[in-house]
């Protein structure tokens, strides 16, 4: 219950905070068993999705081929993905990315918590359409970033023209910081998946913990920092390999 109306949740005109108190569930046409948490949208001027799915059952929840690009990340418990008449198994830690024009299923239980990132794919004149690519967070071999062996970049997607969005996983020890205060062209959804920190967005700061959703417009100035006795670690997308 909510102490006198109060919430971490901050929505404004470049970014927000969505913290875990208030998600409101959605429910979808086909989805068994299935409930949407719609945290990004192009509602409040994003340029993706980012859409909490859990299950009640053993159920399931259906996305059309369509102009959409998906990238999927397994938070908790299993799932198969249905996709061309073959089940792909996809345990913690695991994720794929779908190519547009492409229909699947998710199948899920009780324990299985999903994060999917949705947008429209951004195709180019010459350039095939990038590959369909599944795998495990826990077997990609993270890298120091910008040389410092505090903070961990996971990179989950090819490095490859043909996609044009990126999946990683960032993980810092106590006391690990972004290097500098970064501003950039690319958008950002972001899901906390470990620990505690500070993010910094435009002029504000913010206690960020383990389920906070965060979205950065494109330009927000942003800068994060692990604080606590554990690493925190997050999940985020970002649009890549376009020409404004």
């Not at 799915?53 to 081929?65: K, R």
């Not at 004149?125 to 590959?131: D, I, R, S, V």
């Not at 490095?159 to 044009?164: G, K, M, N, V």
């Amino acid at each position: 219950m909510s102490l006198f109306g109060h919430t971490r949740t901050v929505v404004s005109k470049r970014h927000a905070l969505i913290a875990p108190d208030g998600h409101v569930p959605s429910a979808f046409p086909g989805w068994e068993n299935a409930t949407g948490f719609v945290m990004i949208s192009p509602a409040m001027g994003a340029n993706l999705s980012q859409i909490l799915i859990t299950f009640t059952a053993s159920g399931s929840a259906p996305f059309p081929a369509d102009k959409h690009e998906h990238a999927l990340y397994v938070e908790a418990g299993q799932c198969n993905i249905e996709l061309a008449g073959e089940m792909i198994p996809l345990a913690t830690t695991g994720f794929i990315f779908v190519p547009p024009n492409t229909a699947f299923r998710i199948h899920g239980n009780e324990a299985t918590r999903i994060t999917i990132f949705r947008k429209i794919f951004e195709a180019v004149p010459g350039l095939e359409f990038p590959p369909l690519v599944s795998g495990l967070a826990s077997n990609i071999t993270g890298e120091p970033f910008l040389g410092n062996p505090r903070a961990i970049l996971q990179t989950l997607l090819p490095i490859d023209p043909r996609y044009d969005l990126a999946i990683n996983i960032f993980t810092y020890q106590p006391g690990a910081t972004l290097p500098f205060v970064e501003t950039h062209i690319m958008e950002h959804g972001l899901l906390m998946l470990s620990g505690q920190g500070i993010y910094r967005l435009e002029e504000s700061h913010y206690p960020v913990t383990a389920g906070d959703v965060i979205w950065m417009a494109p330009y927000c100035p942003q800068w994060f920092v692990a604080v606590g006795d554990e690493p925190a670690s997050y999940l985020y997308y970002k649009d890549v390999h376009r020409l404004p």
